[in-house]
């Protein structure tokens, strides 16, 4: 396996029961990337980001990790992959009845031996990376919806993951909060040496971060495209794909 490689998907096939979702797929993500999974609604885009995460079991292939297979791992050695995983879901994920350090600094609690001053500094501070280092005491519901996904995307931050797995992180944001959570994913991505894995239907938020993907069609139920975003908008292997990245309404519903 090239050196440079940190995931690799082989062979994938996701079922919900007898419902077959997709099928040979396959991929790899190079360290540094950030790395969008594209597709429109209902092609599995959000099944196969969790399957990379464990919370989905492939019906068939497999999700390494460099040289450690993650579906094959042992309950303690998937445990063990996932410290080195964070995770943003669609709509933060936030506890209500927790502060934002509180939210934050559960990771912490649960899976460090810090102690508790060491534990409030951390979490000051990925809060402070993430623009609300003076909410620290506020309540999920007390702060806006890109507020919010801020707060998530520091508490995903919180154990210093080597990769950060995003499931629609602009959906629901008004264009000028999506734009501003793109620039800080991007800058968290350049600061902490941090690899990205993206779900979006998001075109601009696409275009803006990532530079290498793969498009799931809901049709064929497979990957049918890989590389660049702007490289396939530019040379689109086929209808689908150009469609989906022109947004082209009567051939593609998103």
Not at 101 to 110: D, I, R, S, T, Y
Request: charged content about 25%; proline content about 4%.
């Amino acid at each position: 396996m090239d050196g440079n490689t940190q995931i690799t998907a082989r062979n994938l096939e996701l079922r919900y029961g007898s419902y077959l979702v997709m099928r040979d797929v396959s991929f790899t993500v190079r360290r540094g990337d950030v790395f969008a999974i594209m597709g429109g609604s209902g092609c599995g885009k959000s099944t196969l980001l969790r399957s990379m995460i464990g919370l989905v079991e492939p019906a068939a292939g497999e999700v390494r990790y460099a040289d450690q297979s993650f579906t094959r791992a042992n309950p303690h050695e998937r445990q063990e992959l996932s410290r080195h995983f964070g995770v943003l879901f669609q709509y933060g994920a936030l506890w209500s009845g927790l502060t934002l350090l509180e939210n934050v600094a559960l990771p912490m609690e649960e899976l460090t031996t810090l102690g508790a001053r060491e534990i409030r500094e951390l979490a000051e501070l990925k809060l402070s990376l993430v623009g609300l280092g003076s909410f620290v005491d506020f309540y999920p519901d007390q702060i806006s919806g890109g507020m919010q996904k801020r707060a998530g995307l520091a508490r995903a931050m919180a154990l210093d993951p080597e990769i950060l797995f995003f499931d629609e992180p602009s959906s629901g944001l008004d264009p000028v909060s999506a734009r501003r959570l793109d620039d800080l994913i991007l800058e968290l991505r350049d600061s902490m040496n941090t690899t990205v894995v993206v779900v979006s239907h998001d075109l601009a938020s696409i275009f803006a971060i990532a530079n290498d993907s793969i498009y799931l069609d809901a049709e064929l139920k497979t990957v049918t495209a890989r590389g660049d975003p702007k490289e396939l908008l530019a040379h689109p292997p086929n209808s689908h794909v150009r469609a989906f990245l022109t947004r082209e309404a009567d051939k593609e519903s998103i």
